[in-house]
């Protein structure tokens, strides 16, 4: 268990709102990410952490901003939601801390948005 | 740019047989990793295996085993003794020792296992 939470698990939201997921982790890892997965694309990077207040997009950033103030949280912001974001929300860690690979990512539960 | 290709889209086996997962990636680099994830109806991400590029030798986790071709960029997954806590989809992912751990996820293989 890499001890990483994502909150909240499910959420209804609707169009032109705007939403906040949470990603929580108790490892001290370095880096943290966030992923969108629909059927037929398996995961797609949306933006990742390599450290506190240290971002970067990934392939399938627009419409999406994160922000790290503290090693332990990673937050993904939906300014005004789509239903094109509609989508299952994972994030994951990795970079080592002891006990655990450097290369290897761990998983949250995930987080099922459905925006209407 | 990275791509990793899943050809099978959906394969079904009787309990206890053994399947074989394709994967295929395309890089011009020499050394990464390679994953294999599985996610079962729970939806959670699960480790099954993970490859070396420089080792020549496959990785193989209990009845998880690889056959990973460098030459080829051929990276299948075989199942040995399949169960039904097998069924699940199954991701192939790529990483590069230069990206900031990133992976590059194939589309997946939705795997179910027939009692």
């Known amino acids: 268990d890499a001890g990483i939470t994502q909150s909240p698990r499910h959420k209804v939201t609707e169009t032109g709102t705007p939403v906040t997921l949470r990603c929580h982790q108790t490892e001290n890892h370095r880096y943290m990410y966030w992923y969108r997965q629909d059927p037929g694309h398996g995961l797609r990077l949306i933006h990742y952490s390599y450290g506190v207040k240290d971002t970067d997009k990934g392939e399938v950033s627009d419409g999406y901003s994160v922000s790290r103030s503290k090693t332990e949280d990673f937050l993904l912001t939906l300014e005004s939601a789509t239903s094109s974001q509609t989508s299952v929300y994972f994030c994951?860690?990795?970079?080592?801390?002891?006990?655990?690979?450097?290369?290897?990512?761990?998983f949250g539960a995930g987080t099922r948005l459905s925006v209407l | 740019a990275q791509t990793v290709t899943q050809s099978q889209p959906e394969m079904s086996v009787q309990e206890a047989e053994t399947v074989t997962l394709s994967c295929t990636y395309d890089?011009?680099?020499?050394?990464?990793?390679l994953f294999w994830y599985k996610q079962p109806p729970s939806r959670q991400m699960i480790l099954v295996i993970r490859q070396e590029a420089y080792k020549q030798q496959n990785a193989t986790e209990n009845r998880f085993s690889v056959n990973f071709q460098k030459a080829a960029k051929s990276f299948s997954l075989k199942i040995s003794d399949s169960q039904l806590g097998d069924t699940a989809m199954y991701f192939c992912a790529f990483m590069s020792m230069d990206s900031n751990y990133q992976l590059i996820w194939g589309a997946g293989t939705k795997l179910i296992i027939k009692p």
């Open positions: 890089t011009s680099e020499n050394n990464y990793y």
């Open positions: 994951a860690i990795s970079g080592g801390s002891p006990g655990h690979a450097k290369n290897i990512q761990y």
